[in-house]
């Protein structure tokens, strides 16, 4: 079992920037692929970002490519999304999540969710 808290979220400016922290429980924390996803309201969940256990391999939606960077910290039990040039697009509820096997780009391929978070860009 993992368990995923979320924090980090609020309100900015276009053009700001936000660091995301998915803090992670759980001994086999260091096993799983973790990716975020977000949902802006009326709008399908997404693929942001994804790192794979190690932190060897990431992965970005097109849409935050060169904006957002995803890294690790297995000692700590926690994942960061660093937010940088952020849009109003960028508005949504950001979850954290985390696969047991790869990246998971999908949401059916995911093992478990945080609550998210939320972010709000204005313009």
């Known amino acids: 079992q993992v368990q995923l808290v979320e924090s980090g979220g609020g309100l900015v400016q276009a053009g700001g920037s936000l660091r995301l922290s998915c803090a992670a429980s759980g001994r086999t924390f260091s096993s799983y692929a973790i990716s975020w996803f977000r949902q802006a309201p009326g709008k399908e969940r997404e693929f942001v970002a994804g790192?794979?256990?190690?932190?060897?391999?990431?992965y970005y939606a097109d849409s935050v490519k060169g904006r957002f960077t995803i890294s690790r910290d297995n000692a700590k039990n926690t994942v960061y999304l660093q937010m940088n040039s952020l849009k109003p697009e960028d508005t949504a509820v950001y979850y954290c999540?985390?696969?047991?096997?790869?990246?998971?780009?999908?949401?059916?391929?995911?093992?478990?969710w945080g609550q998210g978070t939320q972010v709000t860009v204005s313009s």
């Open positions: 999540t985390a696969a047991s096997r790869i990246i998971a780009t999908m949401t059916d391929g995911v093992d478990y």
């Open positions: 790192i794979s256990w190690s932190g060897g391999t990431t």
